[in-house]
């Protein structure tokens, strides 16, 4: 808006006071013009890059889209889900290659280290243990659950053998009760339109 007003300043003055430098005003008009356009096209130029880093981040999860995120939290409630449709979901999870083998497993069978290392492993199934709830449909908050337990034992433990295999197993938790947090989200958000709409 400056540079508009200055421009329209200097033309008044050039034709009023000096009309024999119309040339040398109307060239350097002509290059505060080029500058001008250049600054407006550089502008836009970055807003639109800086739109589309927006874009891909809101588009990109665990390298899903929002629309296959919205298919996955239209199939499953993980905060209500049966047993056999949590296993389909991580076995869609892991053919989309959002979880490897191993996180598929350990989630899958619900690996869970035990307080001492009494069996060989160190892993027991879940219900096995006084804390795991297996009527519990909330596998969000299950899993949560396991990882907050996997950081209770890391907090006591002295064996860095063993702490790394928890730690491990408590990654995996993190991520997969991070992933279903997002699908939570997601299931959420299409109610909500839903009952907008309704």
């Known amino acids: ?42 502008a836009v130029e970055k807003n639109n890059q800086t739109e589309q880093t927006e874009e891909t981040e809101k588009e990109m999860y665990y390298g899903l889209s929002e629309k296959e995120w919205r298919e996955l939290a239209s199939k499953y409630d993980v905060e209500n889900l049966e047993n056999e449709q949590r296993k389909k979901l991580l076995t869609e999870l892991k053919d989309k290659g959002i979880i490897n083998e191993e996180e598929y497993r350990t989630t899958k069978f619900v690996l869970i280290p035990l307080e001492e290392d009494v069996m060989e492993g160190g892993s027991i199934k879940i219900g096995e243990h006084k804390k795991w709830d297996l009527e519990q449909k909330n596998w969000l908050k299950k899993y949560d659950a396991i990882a907050e337990y ?7 433990l002295e064996d860095s053998t063993r702490a790394q295999n928890i730690q491990s197993i408590r990654d995996t938790y993190l991520k997969i009760a991070d992933i279903f947090d997002k699908i939570a989200e997601e299931r959420k958000t299409i109610l909500s339109s839903e009952n907008k709409e309704g």
């Open 1 to 42: 808006m400056v540079n508009a007003i200055n421009r329209t300043q200097q033309q008044y003055f050039t034709k009023t006071i000096a009309k024999q430098n119309e040339n040398v005003s109307e060239k350097q008009n002509n290059q505060q013009n080029k500058s001008d356009v250049y600054i407006i096209s550089h």
């Open 150 to 156: 996997c950081n209770e034992l890391l907090d006591s």
